[in-house]
C-alpha cells in the first residue's frame, strides 16, 4: 500500500511541478509545513485552566503553517526530501515484513534475523539523521524565501535514534540466542 501511495505521490508531484492543471485538481497543490516564529518579544498566551485545576490548555503562539509551490526551489526541496522519507517507510516495512516472514518458533534464533535487525536499527536511526539535515536545510531554504521573521520548522528528532537502539540491542540478544542454540544443538 505504501509503495502504491509513494508511486502516486510521485506522479502527482511531478505533474504538479510541470504544472498541469489536472494534477493541481486532484490534489493539494502545494506542500504544507507546520512551523513556529522565534520571537523574544512576544508574551505567552494566558491559559484557561479547569474548575479541579488538573487540565490547563493555552494556545500556541506564532505558530503557523507555511505552503509551499511545488516548482520553487524549496518546493523541490520538499518533493525530495517527502520521497526520500517513503523511501525509508517502504524499507523498514520491507525488513519487518522479511524478518516476519524468517521467523519460526521451533528455531526462533537466525543469523538472517539478527542481520536484518541491524539493518532495520540502521534505517531508524539514519531516519532521524535525515530529520535532522531536513531541519536545518528547510530552514535554510525558508530564510531564503522569507527574510523576516525568523521561521523554525516543528519537527521530533530523537525518536528513531531511540527505536535504533532498542532494535539494535534486541540483535544483540538475538546474536546470544543464536550462539546458546548452537551450544545446546553440539551438547545434545
Known amino acids: 500500500m505504501l509503495i502504491l501511495f509513494t508511486l502516486f505521490f510521485v506522479v502527482i508531484s511531478v505533474l504538479n511541478i510541470s504544472g498541469n492543471n489536472q494534477a493541481k485538481k486532484l490534489t493539494r497543490k502545494n506542500f504544507s509545513y507546520e ?37 520553487s526551489s524549496i518546493g523541490y526541496y520538499a518533493f525530495l526530501s517527502k520521497l526520500i522519507f517513503l523511501t525509508l517507510g517502504i524499507g523498514v516495512l520491507w525488513i519487518f515484513k522479511k524478518i516476519f516472514k524468517e521467523t519460526n518458533l521451533a ?23 535525515l530529520k535532522f539535515m531536513d531541519y536545518l536545510l528547510f530552514n535554510s531554504f525558508l530564510r531564503q524565501s522569507l527574510a523576516s521573521p525568523r521561521f523554525q520548522l516543528l519537527t521530533d528528532v530523537g525518536d528513531g535514534i531511540v527505536t535504533g537502539l532498542i532494535i539494535f540491542v534486541i540483535a544483540v540478544i538475538f546474536q546470544r540466542g543464536i550462539a546458546l542454540q548452537e551450544e545446546t544443538a553440539l551438547t545434545v
Open 35 to 71: 512551523v513556529l516564529v522565534i520571537d523574544p518579544k512576544n508574551q505567552e498566551a494566558p491559559a484557561v485552566i479547569s474548575s479541579d485545576s488538573l487540565v490547563s490548555i493555552r494556545p500556541i503562539q506564532n505558530h503557523y503553517t507555511v505552503q509551499v509551490e511545488p516548482n
Open 107 to 129: 528455531h526462533p534464533f537466525k543469523p538472517g534475523i539478527t542481520r536484518r535487525l541491524k539493518i532495520l536499527a540502521a534505517l531508524f536511526i539514519i531516519s532521524d539523521v
